[in-house]
């Protein structure tokens, strides 16, 4: 643990000064006070206390896991969000140091301990008192069930008959229960503002128009959706609706929150098209994962990625030609080869020998 934090603060060094980091008194009283809801004891060798977690994540985390304003609320009594805010500096400083295995027990932990108790208190306590609370523990718990450990196509739901497989999209969905739920107190919330910014002027997630105006065509032929389609009776045009909009978006670090709005607006009907491994639902997952892939962020490249392929790998021998065509986007973005690819520059290849013979 001790090389570890060695070799983390030569990269970092201004982790180790408070003054440096501008910390006034009372952010250290807060940050004594999680080892006190905690119920854990000053630091022991081979794992970080509160105040350090604390510190990191303020100091290099809330810069780190996307473009928000992220500042969770760190007063009053919430040890639930207090393990995920420790959880989440202890996952960084795991892909940071990928070997330490003191970390990865730290971060276990404290995630195991975040995700109990942030179910039994959204199950039970729901109130204006606490709702800042959960929806930032929520956001943070976001980081944990989309991260991947390493690339791994073939872990992927898509080889999998395990509904859990695909957790980590479901789980996205969270947000959107807990801001209904607060319906009557969201705009007393600290996150009120940013939730709005997150919409300002673009409705593109408001647009359930039916039909197939405004829709690429050969997806809406896959998709099989006409003039008439309505979200009700096919699942997939609400999803597709939502990527429309995301296409022409700028493929950068801008278009995140746009990004990451799709799949917290996920309908229970599409997850089961999913899971049936349906080639249109696949097609839509790819294409708005090859949008993602053009974000540079720790917490998610490595299952973007897998995910990406792993859904080239299941669908490169369709034997339906628009499949194939509408998976090439995704693959080069992935830097996945598909078979029909391979094969057609083997061909031209082949030509050109005998032209050259």
């Given at each position: ?26 952010l250290k009283s807060i940050g004594e006070k999680i080892d006190e809801l905690l119920q854990t004891k000053p630091s022991k060798r081979g794992r970080m206390d509160g105040v350090t977690s604390l510190r990191y994540f303020h100091d ?63 199950s039970t306590n729901v109130g204006p008192h606490n709702m800042d609370a959960l929806f930032s523990a929520c956001i943070i718990m976001t980081f944990n069930s989309f991260a991947l450990d390493e690339f791994n196509p073939r872990s ?71 003039d008439n389609t309505v979200e009700e009776t096919n699942p997939y045009l609400w999803p597709l609706r939502m990527l429309t909009h995301l296409i022409p978006l700028e493929r950068s670090l801008r278009s995140f929150s746009n990004y ?98």
């Amino acid at each position: 643990m001790n090389g570890a934090i060695t070799q983390f603060l030569e990269r970092f060094p201004y982790l180790e000064s408070l003054d440096a980091s501008g910390y006034s008194m009372s952010l250290k009283s807060i940050g004594e006070k999680i080892d006190e809801l905690l119920q854990t004891k000053p630091s022991k060798r081979g794992r970080m206390d509160g105040v350090t977690s604390l510190r990191y994540f303020h100091d290099y985390m809330l810069n780190n896991v996307g473009p928000w304003s992220f500042r969770p609320p760190l007063r009053g009594k919430s040890p639930f969000l207090m393990h995920a805010l420790i959880a989440s500096s202890t996952m960084h400083l795991c892909h940071i140091v990928p070997d330490n295995t003191a970390y990865k027990a730290t971060e276990a932990y404290h995630w195991r301990e975040a995700i109990s108790q942030y179910s039994n208190e959204i199950s039970t306590n729901v109130g204006p008192h606490n709702m800042d609370a959960l929806f930032s523990a929520c956001i943070i718990m976001t980081f944990n069930s989309f991260a991947l450990d390493e690339f791994n196509p073939r872990s992927s739901f898509v080889f999998s008959d395990r509904p859990e497989s695909l957790n980590w999209l479901l789980l996205q969905s969270g947000l959107r229960h807990l801001l209904y739920m607060t319906g009557p107190w969201l705009s007393q919330s600290i996150w009120f503002d940013m939730f709005m910014a997150s919409r300002g002027k673009d409705t593109s997630f408001e647009d359930h128009r039916p039909g197939r105006a405004g829709l690429d065509p050969e997806m809406a032929d896959l998709c099989g959706i006409d003039d008439n389609t309505v979200e009700e009776t096919n699942p997939y045009l609400w999803p597709l609706r939502m990527l429309t909009h995301l296409i022409p978006l700028e493929r950068s670090l801008r278009s995140f929150s746009n990004y990451t709005n799709f799949m917290g607006r996920l309908l229970p009907e599409y997850y089961e098209k999913l899971l049936q491994k349906d080639p249109p639902a696949l097609i839509i997952l790819s294409w708005w994962l090859a949008l993602m892939n053009s974000i540079p962020m720790w917490w998610i490249e490595t299952r973007v990625k897998s995910e990406c392929v792993a859904i080239c790998m299941f669908l490169e021998n369709s034997e339906d030609p628009l499949v194939l065509k509408l998976l090439e986007f995704p693959a080069e973005s992935c830097g996945y080869v598909l078979r029909h690819v391979r094969e057609r520059g083997s061909l031209v290849s082949c030509v050109d020998v005998m032209e050259e013979d």
